[in-house]
């Protein structure tokens, strides 16, 4: 007899979770976490002076993370300014400790 799987019915939370511990598998990413986080903010160019990364592997970092929430970007043109989401940033902290509890 075959058995059919239903949809996994996670609360949003868990979702959250995931996207966050996503964005931060990278240990770059990680990185530029803590640097920002140390940072009112910062451009795209100043990572660059921080990472031996080439601007556009710093920018998909960038984009991972926007992505998940964990940062945000400004436009200030012709650059764009980052900085952490705080809001998202203190909820990926809850949800790592509870996860670790």
Not at 13 to 31: S, Y
Not at 72 to 96: D, M, S, T, V
Request: glycine fraction near 2%; aromatic fraction near 8%.
């Amino acid at each position: 007899m075959k058995r059919t799987l239903e949809p996994y019915n996670y609360k949003k939370e868990t979702e959250d979770l995931a996207r966050f511990a996503k964005a931060l598998a990278h240990p770059t990413r990680i990185a530029i976490i803590k640097h920002l986080d140390k940072q009112t903010c910062c451009f795209t160019g100043d990572l660059v002076d921080v990472f031996p990364l080439a601007q556009s592997t710093i920018s998909q970092h960038l984009k991972e993370l926007k992505n998940a929430g964990l940062i945000q970007g400004e436009l200030k043109p012709p650059k764009i300014k980052y900085c952490i989401n705080k809001e998202n940033w203190e909820k990926a902290r809850l949800l790592f400790k509870d996860l670790f509890n």
